[in-house]
């Protein structure tokens, strides 16, 4: 295997990033089969989970690689904002909660 | 496929322990087979593939002695796969060597066999770990979706 990723110009230790594939798959296909009866809904939750989760993969995998080469302060700074955007995200979610369950008790 | 039939002859008690112990047994049971084989396939899948990433040596249960093996308590999960550990680990805590069945099979390591392992296999070690951890979580879901159906199911019958 180590020669073929050599053959193919592939960086070392590509291997071991290859055996995130299998994985992601595995957790992503069982997650699915677990949430649904139809394998039509298993497949489609499985490539949405699937490709969700490589996206996400890659992005930390890239920050990675990047702090050393970035000012100190980037990634730091980074997950600041990805912590801030989260509380947004919930902090609208439990507000429009509130709203709707105001609103369907007087409609008024 | 059909959705779990809540008046199968299984007591509850019964099918919690047959889908922990092999993974995809309580669906088959069921007579949800297609599930069944398919968490059987993948969950053994990579529970075995991670035994073999680490050279069958990344299943152990040790409890002090200078190592807390806190990926046992995730791999122990997958069930009867993983049990052979709980008794080497037990008879190894009593310096009673490996159980005669089982052999060295997930016999604790020494500390100068883990270093060399380290040392030779390095993240592969990890990776092995890792899948048998994966494998092991992943069947206390589906041993969930055997005695209850599947998690979203009343979800999609509001829709």
Same mark, same amino acid.
């Given at each position: ?108 | ?21 092999? &993974?995809?047994? $309580? ?7 297609? *599930?069944? !084989?398919?968490? #059987?396939?993948?969950?053994? %899948? ?53 159980? &005669?069945?089982? $052999? ?7 500390? *100068?066999? !883990?270093?060399? #392992?380290?040392?030779?296999? %390095? ?37």
């Amino acid at each position: 295997m180590l020669s073929m990723m050599g053959i193919l110009g592939l960086p070392p230790g590509t291997e071991i990033y290859c055996h995130a594939i299998p994985i992601v798959l595995i957790i992503s296909g069982v997650w699915s089969a677990t949430r649904h009866d139809s394998w039509n809904d298993i497949f489609r939750h499985t490539w949405r989970f699937g490709w969700t989760a490589f996206v996400f993969m890659g992005a930390i995998m890239a920050l990675i690689i990047l702090t050393p080469l970035l000012p100190w302060f980037v990634f730091p700074t980074l997950l600041i904002l990805y912590v801030l955007w989260n509380l947004a995200v919930w902090i609208r979610y439990g507000t429009r909660t509130a709203m709707d369950e105001i609103e369907s008790e007087d409609p008024s | 496929m059909t959705t779990a039939d809540k008046s199968n002859r299984l007591t509850p008690q019964t099918l919690f322990l047959i889908s922990w112990l092999i &993974p995809g047994m $309580g669906h088959i049971c069921q007579g949800r087979t297609q *599930k069944g !084989l398919l968490f #059987l396939v993948l969950l053994w %899948g990579s529970f075995f593939y991670g035994m073999y990433l680490g050279e069958w040596q990344v299943v152990y249960f040790r409890f002090g002695n200078g190592e807390t093996r806190f990926s046992y308590f995730a791999q122990i999960g997958i069930g009867a796969a993983a049990l052979p550990g709980l008794v080497q680990g037990w008879r190894a805590e009593k310096e009673q060597g490996p159980f &005669p069945l089982f $052999g060295r099979f997930q016999f604790p390591p020494e500390k *100068k066999e !883990l270093d060399e #392992l380290h040392n030779r296999l %390095g993240r592969w070690l990890d990776l092995g770990t890792l899948y048998t951890m994966v494998a092991g979580l992943l069947n206390i879901l589906v041993v969930f979706d055997a005695l209850w159906g599947p998690a979203s199911l009343k979800i999609e019958m509001l829709d």
